[in-house]
């Protein structure tokens, strides 16, 4: 096999990926105007069907552009050596090959996020924003941005320094060291990304005492769970989409109530809401997922080690110098495929877990205050009542509404 074989190859994974999504898309949206279930018959009114009908229609045709340009310039970048461009302009800069894959990765990074930032700009602020969505101001989408480039540049180039480093030192071998390091980073956001990353964007603030806070209390303690942290997060700063989500071990442990869901639901619901996130850490969900996680990346990172030394894989990207940095991207692109496959497995996993915690929800608290809660979060944020079933297999990482709300009544 050449540079050109790969070269083909990885046009023809970027361009087979592209027409699949296409057809899973052009299926669902075939399915927006089907009947609704009789479960979900009480979602929505007539006003507010005709609007969620809209917001789907929008988002698909917007969905269809803004992919069929990204897959534009992709093609475009490849076929005209975009790359070695890239790999060029760091190279007239240094000779390290530490800073030449930081200032490599740095330049697309920038450049990809200036050339999406006007498409993100036009879903907040026209297709949000006509919806009743949205309520980001343009300052703070700004320092947003700002903040996500900011944190991207530390977090990400410090350690793809590292893996770098690991690799001139030890070559075939660094796959070992990455895998430690990425496993000791991963643990440590699981346990403080509440307390270290969320502060940066959002404010999150106790939840005052009171009958939720009894009730939700009164029911931790009827399971014998330790829940001491119950956070509530000004979602409301952004949009008018409401959640709730589990995170930390240990002395750490809190659950995050967005402002919207606070504000949405009554009493009851919130409280089912909250025992299926008790129900994820009881089922240990999160720690699963947490050990997946870590050995696929580790699976990953050692057959990148297999592969990474062959010059053919920067080749195959238009790079005349072989370098760690250009045959990352090139694996990357070629991994995708066995990428998606395992994304698969885990969205198999998930929705899985997603029943067991309703299921731990009604058998620990009630089944129909999370019924009516569910059908109001869908009503609010104008979700898709009728997906196709092959959209839901490749791309939901929850069941459906539907699926939901018939598995906790059968």
């Known amino acids: 096999m050449n540079s050109d074989m790969l070269f083909y190859i990885i046009i023809g994974i970027i361009v087979v990926n592209f027409i699949k999504d296409k057809i899973l898309d052009a299926l669902n949206a075939k399915h927006f105007n089907d009947e609704i279930p009789e479960e979900l018959a009480d ?3 007539k006003e507010a069907y005709d609007k969620a009908q809209a917001y789907k229609k929008t988002n698909y045709r917007f969905g269809v552009w803004s992919s069929l340009f990204s897959i534009l310039l992709t093609l475009g970048f490849l076929v005209f050596n975009g790359f070695e461009f890239v790999d060029n302009l760091a190279r007239s800069y240094s000779d390290n090959a530490i800073v030449i894959a930081l200032l490599f990765f740095g330049i697309i990074m920038i450049a990809s996020d200036i050339i999406s930032t006007p498409f993100a700009y036009y879903r ?3 297709i949000e924003e006509k919806f009743g969505f ?7 989408f700004v320092f947003d941005k700002l903040k996500g480039l900011i944190m991207m540049a530390i977090i990400g180039g410090g350690i793809l320094a590292l893996i770098v480093w690991f690799y001139n030192l030890t070559k075939s071998q660094f796959w070992l060291y990455a895998w430690v390091l990425v496993t000791a980073f991963t643990i440590f956001m699981n346990m403080f990304y509440a307390r270290l990353i969320v502060p940066l964007f959002n404010k999150q603030t106790p939840l005052e005492d009171g009958a939720l806070r009894d009730k939700i209390s009164e029911y931790a303690t009827s399971v014998g769970f330790s829940l001491k942290k119950i956070f509530v997060i000004d979602g409301s700063k952004r949009s008018t989409k409401a959640n709730a989500y589990f995170s930390g071990f240990g002395s750490e ?3 995050t109530l967005f402002d919207t869901l606070v504000n949405d639901l009554e009493e009851d619901e919130i409280v089912s809401v909250l ?6 850490y009881k089922r240990h969900h999160i ?3 947490l050990i997946a996680s870590i050995i696929l990346t580790g699976l990953t990172l050692y057959i990148l080690s297999i592969f990474i030394s062959n010059p053919l894989l920067s080749n195959a990207i238009g790079v005349e110098i072989p370098s760690f940095h250009a045959g990352l991207v090139a694996f990357g692109l070629l991994y995708s495929p066995i990428s998606e496959a395992t994304g698969l497995i885990m969205n198999y996993f998930s929705r899985k877990f997603e029943y067991e915690a309703d299921d731990y929800a009604k058998n620990t608290y009630k089944a129909e205050p999370l019924i009516s809660s569910l059908k109001k979060l869908s009503k609010n944020s104008l979700s898709n009542l009728t997906p196709h079933p092959a959209y839901v297999f490749m791309h939901y990482s929850h069941p459906t509404l539907l699926q939901r709300i018939q598995n906790m009544r059968k």
């Open 124 to 126: 907040t602020f026209v």
């Open 43 to 45: 979602v929505f009114d």
């Open 287 to 289: 720690l699963y997922n």
């Open 275 to 280: 025992a299926h996130e008790v129900g994820h």
């Open 253 to 255: 442990k809190r659950v």
């Open 134 to 140: 949205n309520k980001t101001t343009k300052k703070t």
